[in-house]
Every structure is written in structure tokens, then in C-alpha cells.
């Protein structure tokens, strides 16, 4: 029967990788837990998810019903830690309060082996506006969290947050050639704790040589620094962030750089767009990701 699978599917089912994925579940918006799910299974990446909230949809729309879930994340740890889980990494998203993050440390504390890939997304906000859920408290346990991180995707927003930069004052400079650079040297003194990989993602720049604005991903991992660029296809959507950091979280365990992730997320969720945007999808449903699922298969 293994060689049947191992035939069929082109990979040893033996070896499957497992993520914890803790996030929250939106029942609309593809985002957080809807989005990470897909892009591990395809691939071939094993997704354990643990909720942090349970929404009716993402909360960009004008209204939403939302579900904590802070006391459960203990009971996930403890019946986890019954069944004798290993994890080959652990990825967080959004959080639904400051007390969250102890309780994703506590689960680290208990899961977590010198093997394991810690990725966090410290979802704090976003284009210099914070998100309701942000509080100084928020901040600070977020920052906590980071600091035990292996990778994490910060968007230009939660840099500036995690490192106590000026985003007004560091977006003036967005014309300018060095921006990008700029924005290098505020991410580095993060990497003087246990972070090994830092992405930024989503930086609105135009480069020398191009002659439109473009998103731009900044990667620094061990001494490099890679620049990945994509285009912008109808303005910012509900979710793509969470399709990046599932594609690169996937990519890693599987032994592959973070740019080659990031390569890979930025040309799957460019190729979305271009179709979410031909169907005039609202930015709040997210993007139709689903018919393009194949281009993350090696």
C-alpha cells in the first residue's frame, strides 16, 4: 500500500511534514486558517490547526460575530500532548488578545524540539492603521513572541511596531533609492535574538528602474538579503498575507530557502489576483486562489 502512495503521489507519505497552525477560523474572507489549510495540503504538508477565534467572517467587513477561543488553546496542548504529537514547525497568525500569546509560548514550551521551525505573523495592522484587536499589552506579548521566533513575516506596519520606528516618518523616504535599505537596517536588530529569518512583506515602492510601484518582500536570511517584487492587481486583499506565510512555512520544512518560498507565495497569489480582479471580487471575500493551488506542486 505505501508503494501504491509513494507511486501515485510522487512522494514517500512516510515522511509527511506536520505544522501546527494556530490562527483564527473565518467563516468568510479566505484568510488565517481557510487559506493556510489548502496551501499546506497541496503541499504535502500536514496542517494541525489550532483556532484562536472562530469568526463568521474576517473582520474587514462593517460587522462580524466572534467566538474566543483563549480558555480551549490549553485543552488543544493537553490532548495534543496525550496523543504524542511532534511538529516539524509551528505557525501563529492573528491573535484575539495579549493573554493568547503565553498560552502559544506555554504550547511552544511543550511541542516544540531543537527541529522545530517557529514561524509567527505578529498581526498587529496594517498600511500604518492598527487593527481593533491592538493594545500596548498586545504589543508587548507579541513582541515576546517574536523574540522566539525562527521566521517571521511582519508586514511594513508590525515592523515598525516590533522595532518602535516612525512609519510616517519612514514611508516619507519611499521615493527615495534607498528605501528599501532603509527598511533592512530597522529589521536587522531583530536577528540579535533567536530570529534566524525575517520577512517584510508587502512594501509599496518603485524602484530605480521600473516605471510603475510595485509590492516588494524583503527577505533576510542568514547574511543575505533577497528583494521580491510582485505587482499590484486591484489594491490590498482579505487574506494574501496568510497565502504567503503558508507557501513559505512550506517550503522551509521541506528543506527550501525562505526567498525560493517567497518566490514561489508572490507568483501563486499574483496569478490570483489577476483573476480576482477580472471576477470584480469585493477585497473583503479575498482572493480566488483555489483554481491555482497546482502551481505550488514541485
Not at 518602535?164 to 516618518?169: A, N, T
Request: glycine share 6%; hydrophobic share 40%.
Amino acid at each position: 500500500m505505501q508503494e501504491f502512495f509513494t507511486l501515485y503521489f510522487g512522494k514517500d507519505t512516510s515522511m509527511i511534514k506536520r505544522v501546527a497552525v494556530i490562527n483564527d477560523l473565518s467563516g468568510l474572507g479566505k484568510c488565517s486558517l481557510t487559506a493556510a489549510i489548502p496551501v499546506l495540503s497541496v503541499m504535502g504538508v500536514q496542517a494541525c490547526p489550532l483556532p484562536t477565534a472562530i469568526l463568521t467572517n474576517q473582520t474587514g467587513y462593517d460587522s462580524y460575530y466572534c467566538t474566543d477561543f483563549t480558555d480551549k488553546i490549553d485543552h488543544y496542548t493537553e490532548e495534543w500532548q496525550k496523543r504524542g504529537l511532534t511538529l516539524d514547525a509551528i505557525s501563529t497568525g492573528y491573535l484575539g488578545n495579549a493573554d493568547q500569546a503565553e498560552k502559544i509560548l506555554n504550547f511552544c514550551e511543550k511541542f516544540r524540539t531543537p527541529s522545530t521551525l517557529l514561524f509567527v505573523d505578529p498581526v498587529m495592522g496594517d498600511s500604518g492603521v492598527k487593527y481593533d484587536i491592538f493594545t500596548p499589552r498586545l504589543q508587548q506579548q507579541m513582541q515576546k513572541l517574536v523574540s522566539h521566533a525562527d521566521v517571521i513575516t511582519p508586514n511594513l506596519t508590525e515592523l515598525c511596531l516590533l522595532t518602535h520606528s516612525d512609519f510616517v516618518g519612514l514611508t516619507k523616504y519611499k521615493d527615495e533609492p534607498d528605501y528599501l535599505d532603509r527598511i533592512a537596517r530597522i529589521a536587522a536588530p531583530l536577528k540579535e535574538t533567536q530570529i534566524q529569518t525575517i520577512i517584510v512583506t508587502g512594501i509599496l515602492y518603485q524602484a530605480p528602474s521600473d516605471d510603475t510601484v510595485k509590492y516588494y518582500n524583503l527577505v533576510l536570511e542568514n547574511d543575505q538579503i533577497s528583494v521580491i517584487s510582485s505587482g499590484i492587481h486591484g489594491g490590498s486583499y482579505s487574506g494574501t498575507g496568510d497565502l504567503l506565510s503558508a507557501v513559505v512555512c512550506a517550503s522551509m520544512v521541506q528543506g527550501k530557502s525562505a526567498a525560493a518560498g517567497v518566490e514561489k507565495a508572490c507568483r501563486f497569489i499574483e496569478r490570483s489576483l489577476i483573476d480576482t480582479v477580472a471576477d470584480q471580487i469585493p477585497r473583503n471575500d479575498g482572493i480566488n486562489f483555489e483554481s491555482h493551488l497546482s502551481m505550488l506542486l514541485d
